[in-house]
């Protein structure tokens, strides 16, 4: 292993080599999607020059397809900790495959039956559940959240466990504050009143590691374009769950579960990038040394450890900088003892600016940035925000630097510090 070295992974990525009125462009608009290193483009491309072809053929090409859904499957169970690669299912991304999925599991279940669903969550692990109650006559139940802190009440939550609950939604981490949700203690809590667990982890995965026998999620849900990957879903379903759901497909389907021609290329473009944080492990992280060629699990759990540990010191650099600057809040757990709780995307206001006109400040400057709601409209109108334009979300990924962070803050200080002036001038 050798100390981890952020300018030779920012050279596997193209993408960071974007100019902006002759300045480098700085990416802090991972969490939307992240950008993807040059293996990912050579496996799209070298799909199709190679294997494009349908499944199931008794031809090379379509072999060829086959083998690489084969191996994209093991990949990413390797990611997530499944037992199986017959676990993992592909789809156009987590909200439909959400909105799939719940089909299925609607079909178990009885009017007056109930699904509990969080106020920290993005929609998409909020409305399919919603929606899926209007048409079957389901009762849904929200857990609130500490205001203070963006945290979930876990009080809120056992109050509205019983013995109709059939599935609790909750997500691994929230895609606009940050905030780690205790989803290990929550399955906990659903499974002792008999509910299967649903967790939407989109905005966990490029931040730590992740074991779904570990954390008892029956099933989990994630997009490869948050984990520096092409734009596609995956959803983790524990077997023996799966195997008990009915199955809304065309009867000649080769999987129960993917519907359709699947996005082969996209798939393709999945494995490179388990590849590519595989090699991030094996370069920066420690690894087994018995791991041997079975050892991709062991592999990626070294480079997410080793992720983990960088982006905590450049969350600490940003929110320590952020909280130094007058007219800026940080929405969230701001505490440095509290970093572990959270993953590095900062939730921020600034006086007097509304988070749009602040992202395109940013914008003109080359840093990118997103303001809004995210989808996670519950929590924006909870804390109180929505109406002023919701946050200034800043997220740190991987091949971020601490150069591009005081970029960072020394823009948000002149941006606060301009509308200071301007207050001041009446």
């Known amino acids: 292993?050798?100390?981890?070295?952020?300018?030779?992974?920012?050279?596997?990525?193209?993408?960071?080599?974007?100019?902006?009125?002759?300045?480098?462009?700085?990416?802090?608009?991972?969490?939307?999607?992240?950008?993807?290193?040059?293996?990912?483009?050579?496996?799209?491309?070298r799909y199709y020059l190679t294997s494009n072809a349908n499944d199931g053929g008794a031809f090379l090409?379509?072999?060829?397809?086959?083998?690489?859904?084969?191996?994209?499957?093991?990949?990413?169970?390797?990611?997530?900790?499944?037992?199986?690669p017959d676990e993992i299912?592909?789809?156009?991304?987590?909200?439909?495959?959400?909105?799939?999925?719940?089909?299925?599991?609607?079909?178990?279940?009885?009017?007056?039956?109930?699904?509990?669903?969080?106020?920290?969550?993005?929609?998409?692990?909020?409305?399919?559940?919603?929606r899926l109650a209007d048409d079957r006559g389901l009762v849904v139940r929200t857990v609130d959240i500490h205001p203070d802190d963006a945290t979930l009440d876990l009080d809120s939550l056992d109050a509205v466990l019983g013995p109709r609950t059939k599935l609790v939604a909750v997500g691994l981490a929230s895609n606009s504050v940050g905030t780690?949700?205790?989803?290990?203690?929550?399955?906990?809590?659903?499974?002792?009143?008999?509910?299967?667990?649903?967790?939407?982890?989109?905005?966990?995965?490029p931040h730590g590691?992740?074991?779904?026998?570990?954390?008892?999620?029956?099933?989990?849900?994630?997009?490869a374009y948050k984990w520096f990957g092409p734009h596609l879903g995956a959803l983790y379903g524990r077997a023996d769950v799966l195997d008990a759901l009915p199955a809304y497909k065309v009867r000649p389907a080769h999987d129960r579960f993917q519907t359709g021609t699947q996005n082969f290329e996209g798939i393709a473009g999945t494995l490179a990038a388990v590849d590519y944080l595989r090699s991030v492990g094996r370069r920066y992280?420690?690894?087994?040394?018995?791991?041997?060629?079975?050892?991709?699990?062991?592999?990626?759990l070294a480079a997410m450890r080793a992720i983990q540990d960088y982006e905590l010191t450049l969350a600490a650099r940003l929110i320590r900088g952020l909280t130094a600057i007058r007219g800026?809040?940080?929405?969230?757990?701001?505490?440095?003892?509290?970093?572990?709780?959270?993953?590095p995307t900062v939730a921020v206001t600034i006086d007097g600016v509304s988070p749009r006109e602040a992202a395109q400040a940013l914008g003109r400057q080359g840093i990118f940035a997103w303001d809004g709601d995210f989808y996670a409209r519950a929590l924006i109108e909870r804390l109180g925000l929505y109406e002023t334009g919701g946050v200034l979300r800043l997220g740190i990924v991987h091949y971020n630097t601490a150069a591009e962070v005081d970029r960072l803050l020394e823009a948000l200080e002149g941006i606060a510090a301009d509308r200071g002036a301007r207050v001041a001038a009446g």
Do not use: C
Request: charged content about 25%; aromatic content about 6%.
């Open 1 to 45: 292993m050798t100390d981890y070295d952020v300018e030779a992974l920012r050279a596997e990525f193209p993408a960071l080599a974007l100019e902006q009125h002759g300045r480098p462009a700085a990416y802090f608009d991972g969490p939307g999607g992240t950008q993807v290193s040059q293996r990912v483009i050579d496996a799209v491309t």
């Open 61 to 84: 090409t379509s072999e060829r397809s086959d083998a690489v859904v084969a191996e994209a499957r093991g990949a990413v169970a390797d990611l997530l900790g499944a037992a199986s």
């Open 89 to 130: 299912k592909f789809g156009y991304n987590m909200t439909t495959l959400t909105f799939h999925i719940s089909r299925s599991i609607g079909a178990t279940l009885a009017p007056r039956d109930e699904i509990v669903v969080t106020t920290l969550d993005h929609e998409a692990n909020v409305s399919p559940w919603r």
């Open 180 to 205: 780690i949700n205790p989803v290990r203690e929550i399955a906990a809590r659903a499974r002792a009143v008999g509910a299967l667990t649903y967790v939407d982890a989109v905005h966990y995965v």
């Open 209 to 223: 590691p992740v074991d779904v026998r570990a954390l008892g999620a029956d099933f989990l849900v994630t997009s």
């Open 285 to 300: 992280g420690e690894v087994a040394a018995d791991a041997g060629e079975g050892g991709r699990r062991a592999e990626i």
């Open 328 to 343: 800026v809040r940080v929405h969230g757990m701001a505490e440095p003892s509290r970093l572990a709780e959270r993953t």
